[in-house]
């Protein structure tokens, strides 16, 4: 016998929960590079069905026995929600800490409740674990049970009395999975007892934290992405623009100065070196240190080779900008690419950093960039400032792979450059063989900056064909020709304003 709950009906209830031994799901943590959260099954599936439910909120309402009609006419206002559906939320490890602590500290201090016995509220929270939000939500679950009840019962339980309560028009609570602004999600899920009414109970609780980043970090990386290779493109052209010093340049690259007077190959990017470059800014962030080098003393060759990349070279960067903790203030992703990448460049060609040379290095082919956000207090006042961490780790491997990639824009102002939101994103984008050759199809899609990323594998010519797909138009060919084997190619497409 189980009883589900959803924080709606349970704001004001106090329950008395008591620590037993049934393992409690609450996110193990394995040693991937530098403790890297890992949902537990259970999280999985709450992140699956609220995926799914946010995919076809009108099929998902009628498989819990609700007629489509009937929630069109009760919710008229989420009438393009509930018919076009919404875009699923990804993972957010920041949100998941702020989720397990609340999860493990009702269980721990017997309550239940959006606000914690100290007073903080799940806005707090979110805030405390690192998380600067544009918009965030908390939905809170919990089934309770006499003898014993499957964890996959218990998940599917607690998500329906929630999405339940999401379909009630006279709830009085936030609409979390519906909401269309909502990106991302951390979801812990518990396991404790609790006494109503002189009977001891065995319970499941879940915390989901929900949000949506005032900088989405992800189009930080990509547009970063875009702007080393539009300096790698005319490093002489990047040099002038940033206001910095030719011969300076020159001198940091010794022996490659030649570099700075080509056109270099674009950086691929490879989710290999995405991988160790996250789990070196997670590092400096958890032991509050700032170098390539780790404390245990391992270098980036040596991170990067234990992934198993095999590379002939790897580099890495890394910097640090100060950010604006006012959501009203704080700048847009674009915004904070450019701040980083300018720190970057200065000191990549300043001959007094004692850095590596990364970015014009002709040696190297491919790119993983985390960025993130990191509070620390600037003095000894309790007020915390907003800072953007970077790493960037090069390398090339020893089985070189070459790629074509760009970004998709629209030049609105006719100025001849990518500007801040002239990427598109969301274009499906297709790769042919040109002048009549035969070879593989393949397909990508822009992403949120508007950039683009293909292989270019079983090549059968060096004539090949872009064409773009924009709201049911096919647009092209865009041609490039691959000059080099092996090596990357960039190509930016521009298409007309709509």
């Known amino acids: 016998m189980g009883f589900a709950y959803s924080f709606p009906n349970m704001l004001t209830k106090l329950i008395k929960i008591l620590l037993f031994t049934l393992?409690?799901?609450?996110?193990?943590?394995?040693?991937?590079?530098?403790?890297?959260?890992?949902?537990?099954?259970?999280?999985?599936?709450?992140?699956?069905?609220?995926?799914?439910?946010?995919?076809?909120?009108?099929?998902?309402?009628?498989?819990?026995?609700?007629?489509?009609e009937t929630v069109l006419q009760d919710l008229p206002e989420l009438k393009a929600v509930l018919t076009e559906g919404l875009a699923p939320l990804g993972f957010n490890e920041k949100l998941y800490k702020a989720a397990s602590g609340h999860t493990e500290d009702m269980i721990a201090n017997i309550y239940y409740s959006h606000n914690s016995l100290d007073g903080?509220?799940?806005?707090?929270?979110?805030?405390?674990s690192g998380y600067l939000a544009a918009l965030c939500g908390e939905s809170l679950g919990m089934v309770a049970f006499q003898n014993f009840m499957d964890t996959a019962e218990a998940?599917?339980?607690?998500?329906?009395s929630i999405f339940l309560a999401e379909l009630d028009p006279e709830t009085t609570e936030d609409r979390n999975i519906l909401n269309p602004d909502i990106t991302e999600a951390g979801i812990a899920f518990g396991g404790g007892q609790f006494t109503a009414g002189g009977s001891i109970l065995n319970a499941y609780l879940a915390t989901m934290d929900f949000g949506k980043p005032v900088v989405d970090t992800g189009a930080v990386e990509q547009a970063l992405v875009s702007m080393l290779n539009s300096a790698r493109n005319n490093p002489s052209?990047?040099?002038?623009?940033?206001?910095?010093?030719?011969a300076s340049a020159a001198e940091a690259y010794g022996?490659?100065?030649?570099?700075?007077?080509?056109?270099?190959?674009p950086l691929a990017w490879d989710e290999t070196l995405y991988g160790t470059a996250t789990a070196h800014n997670r590092d400096m962030r958890d032991n509050h240190y700032f170098d390539i080098v780790s404390p245990d003393g391992s270098t980036p060759f040596e991170r990067v080779v234990s992934t198993g990349y095999a590379p002939d070279f790897v580099g890495e960067s890394l910097g640090i900008t100060l950010g604006v903790s006012d959501v009203g203030q704080v700048y847009v992703a674009f915004d904070v690419a450019r701040r980083l990448y300018e720190i970057l460049l200065k000191h990549d060609v300043d001959p007094q950093s004692r850095v590596s040379r990364n970015i014009f290095n002709p040696f190297m082919s491919e790119v993983g960039i985390r960025v993130d956000t990191v509070f620390r207090n600037?003095?000894?006042?309790?007020d915390k400032s907003l800072f953007y961490v970077v790493v960037m780790d090069f390398a090339r491997p020893l089985d070189r792979r070459p790629f074509v990639m760009g970004t998709v824009y629209e030049d609105r102002n006719e100025n001849g450059v990518i500007d801040e939101d002239e990427g598109i994103p969301g274009l499906k984008i297709t790769l042919n063989p040109g002048n009549g050759a035969t070879g593989p199809e393949m397909v990508t899609e822009s992403g949120p900056t508007g950039r683009y990323q293909m292989r270019l594998s079983s090549i059968s010519t060096r004539?090949?064909?872009?064409?773009?797909?924009?709201?049911?138009?096919?647009?092209?060919?865009?041609?490039?020709?691959?000059?080099?084997?092996?090596?990357?190619v960039l190509r930016n497409i521009r298409i007309e304003p709509k």
């Open 23 to 68: 393992p409690f799901y609450l996110g193990a943590y394995q040693e991937v590079f530098s403790k890297e959260p890992v949902y537990s099954e259970e999280e999985a599936s709450l992140l699956e069905l609220i995926n799914e439910a946010r995919k076809d909120p009108l099929g998902m309402a009628e498989s819990l026995g609700i007629a489509r």
């Open 120 to 128: 903080r509220t799940y806005r707090g929270r979110i805030r405390e």
């Open 155 to 160: 998940v599917r339980t607690i998500f329906e």
């Open 237 to 246: 052209q990047a040099l002038l623009s940033a206001g910095l010093d030719f």
């Open 255 to 265: 022996v490659l100065a030649w570099a700075l007077d080509w056109s270099l190959a």
């Open 378 to 382: 600037l003095d000894e006042s309790d």
């Open 463 to 488: 004539f090949m064909d872009l064409y773009v797909e924009r709201e049911g138009d096919i647009l092209g060919p865009f041609d490039f020709v691959v000059r080099r084997l092996k090596e990357n």
